[in-house]
């Protein structure tokens, strides 16, 4: 298949142009946009023009390689808010770690500083929040070098109010932070919350305070109060259980009101319960819910749907390459694989990577076939097409989402069978012409040997099958649930010599 002079030619894609100004728009104006948003080092001399040059943002930058990865939606965020709250370059420049928080997680430990008594947290204590919980409530009630005026415990205690935790709790807290020299604020802190935790979920204390413990503590700085907003969107909006919030921690830097919107505007997203997206992949939620409403409209217009959602997609989401993905889709779906990749977990792996759609290119284009995604994105030339010894995931995501059954069933099916010798396209062409023959999806799950054959030889079984001895009477096999183990054996015995692809088991 020659395709590649044709399809890498630039794409001239307006609607992926306009999502992309779309967006913008409701940042600032087109103007701005193209101004400052463009660079990390763009955005710091916007915001902070006494720096100097914009060679001094440049070099700052290169310093910390880190602010390259910050989504430039996300950075300008941040920026604004360091801004408003007055705090200098200077600062910026010494503790540049806060520049790699997200926005929530800026707002969220601002407040857990107010509501310990710091009216104006230095802006040294927010990415380094771990190491202020650290300190010893004697150090922090008694010693000079605290940031503390007042006793940070009693703070802490009344910033609970909202939790309606019992006074008994409360007092317990108080005793456990005097009972000892070495007992930390932090301490404190997971005291208090695990109790409130446990008493949302239903669950064990020292379950909830072993997970507090045992997960990265900063996922965990908030102030106390805004647990009960958080839990009413585990509970009543995403209907989590506290096992789900085990599983996946990051689910704590959700923004409830983002959230909420996203939502509602979003009953699914890529044809899965959006409520199933947060517990699979909780950061596309951490994503401003107008920037996602950009992409869903672009993957819209492309037709793309179903998706599976995946670390991927939200690395991708997070930015605004939305012209760069336009033309890229365009590509990718003039290909005989498309129905095949759309549904793949490699889809936006792909989509983010010029360089992984030239390989895949190439390997269609040597006319071997892509054996599976994974092998198509290395397009090693020596590697052997059949050298795929296990189902590969985008054929289980295609034969699921074709049958109409969980990708958990169809793969434990599969995993015995199938590894797609003759390539995706082979397994698709079979998988169509068994449907469009009338077999049922029942069938072909207790039959699907006949997935690994190639396409022409089952053709040819397939158009005389119902005259065959084998299968008299006709009308009954075709209601026998194992048809296509008699079509495997009718393939093998019409072409004894050529080389029918069957899964080593002992192997």
Same mark, same amino acid.
Do not use: G, M
């Given at each position: 298949m020659k395709c590649c002079g044709l399809l890498w030619k630039a794409v001239a894609n307006t609607e992926g142009i306009h999502t992309a100004h779309t967006y913008c728009q409701q940042v600032k104006n087109? =103007?701005?946009?193209?101004?400052?948003? @463009?660079s990390p080092y763009s955005l710091i001399h916007h915001y902070y023009k006494d720096l100097g040059t914009l060679k001094e943002a440049q070099e700052f930058v290169r310093n910390f390689p880190k602010l390259k990865k910050v989504p430039k939606f996300q950075l300008d965020h941040i920026f604004r808010l360091i801004k408003d709250d007055g705090h200098s370059w200077k600062e910026v420049e010494l503790f540049k770690e806060v520049l790699l928080l997200t926005p929530i997680q800026y707002k969220l430990r601002v407040q857990l500083l107010q509501s310990l008594s710091l009216s104006q947290p230095s802006l040294y204590h927010i990415p380094w929040m771990t190491l202020l919980m650290d300190n010893t409530v004697k150090f922090l009630r008694e010693d000079s070098k605290s940031i503390f005026k007042s006793d940070p415990v009693e703070h802490l205690i009344a910033s609970c109010t909202d939790l309606n935790l019992p006074e008994s709790t409360l007092q317990a807290a108080r005793d456990l932070s005097s009972s000892d020299d070495t007992v930390t604020l932090k301490q404190v802190f997971f005291y208090l919350l695990k109790h409130y935790l446990a008493h949302r979920f239903l669950e064990d204390t020292e379950v909830v305070g072993s997970f507090l413990y045992s997960t990265q503590a900063a996922?965990?700085?908030?102030?106390?109060?805004?647990? =009960?907003?958080?839990?009413?969107l585990f509970i009543d909006s995403l209907e989590l259980s506290f096992s789900d919030v085990q599983k996946k921690p990051q689910l704590f830097y959700l923004d409830p009101e983002n959230t909420k919107e996203i939502l509602q505007k979003f009953p699914s997203i890529g044809g899965t319960p959006t409520r199933e997206v947060a517990k699979a992949v909780p950061k596309l939620l951490q994503i401003p819910a107008s920037h996602l409403v950009s992409w869903l409209r672009l993957?819209?217009?492309?037709?793309?749907?179903?998706?599976?959602?995946t670390y991927h997609t939200a690395t991708l989401f997070k930015t605004s390459l939305f012209s760069e993905v336009s033309e890229r889709l365009q590509i990718l779906k003039q290909l005989q694989e498309w129905e095949i990749i759309m549904v793949s977990d490699k889809l936006f792996e792909l989509l983010r990577s010029q360089e992984q759609i030239k390989k895949v290119l190439n390997c269609v284009e040597s006319g071997h076939g892509i054996p599976s995604l994974s092998v198509a994105m290395k397009h090693d030339q020596h590697t052997s097409r059949h050298q795929c010894r296990s189902v590969t995931p985008e054929i289980v995501s295609y034969v699921a989402t074709a049958l109409g059954l969980p990708p958990e069933?169809? @793969?434990?099916?599969?995993?015995?069978?199938?590894f797609t010798p003759y390539g995706l396209m082979n397994t698709k062409a079979v998988l169509r012409m068994l449907l469009d023959y009338g077999f049922t999806r029942e069938q072909v799950v207790a039959g699907p040997m006949v997935l690994n054959m190639e396409a022409g030889v089952v053709e040819q079984v397939l158009k005389d099958l119902h005259t065959r001895p084998e299968t008299q009477p006709f009308a009954e096999w075709m209601e026998n649930p194992f048809i296509l183990h008699l079509v495997a054996y009718c393939v093998r015995k019409d072409f004894p010599h050529m080389d029918i692809h069957m899964k080593n088991k002992n192997s």
């Open positions: 087109k =103007a701005q946009y193209k101004y400052y948003l @463009r996922f965990l700085w908030k102030p106390l109060y805004h647990y =009960a907003v958080l839990c009413d993957l819209q217009k492309h037709k793309v749907h179903p998706f599976t959602c069933q169809i @793969r434990e099916v599969l995993e015995e069978e199938i």
